[in-house]
Nanobody
Framework: QVQLVESGGGLVQAGGSLRLSCAAS????????MGWFRQAPGKEREFVAA????????YYADSVKGRFTISRDNAKNTVYLQMNSLKPEDTAVYYC?????????????????WGQGTQVTVSS
């Protein structure tokens, strides 16, 4: 079992920044893929970014490329999502996810473990 706990959400003005954290426990994450997804009211959960724990190669949705950065800290067993130049359309609940896989998935169904989510609200 892998437990994921997100933090760092909040209210920010458009153009501002936030850093989300996802603290993982329960397993060694060397063979895991870690992802961030988001879900806005009335919309489906969508892929934001992902990273292979061992390779540290990031993947991004087109909508966040150049603005968001995913990273991980081995010592802290934590994945981060640095979000810059935030826009009102980034408003959503952001979820951290993990899966034991060699392939980076972009669909929620490809991830087995999920955090509880953290709210990000960007005001215009």
């Amino acid at each position: 079992q892998v437990q994921l706990v997100e933090s760092g959400g909040g209210l920010v003005q458009a153009g501002g920044s936030l850093r989300l954290s996802c603290a993982a426990s329960g397993r060694t994450l060397n063979n895991y893929v870690m992802g961030w997804f988001r879900q806005a009211p009335g919309k489906e959960r969508e892929f934001v970014a992902a990273i292979r724990w061992s390779a540290s190669i990031p993947y991004y949705a087109d909508s966040v490329k150049g603005r968001f950065t995913i990273s991980r800290d081995n010592a802290k067993n934590t994945v981060y999502l640095q979000m810059n130049s935030l826009k009102p359309e980034d408003t959503a609940v952001y979820y951290c996810a993990a899966d034991l896989s060699i392939r980076v998935g972009v669909r929620p169904i490809e991830y087995h473990y999920w955090g509880q989510g953290t709210q990000v609200t960007v005001s215009s």
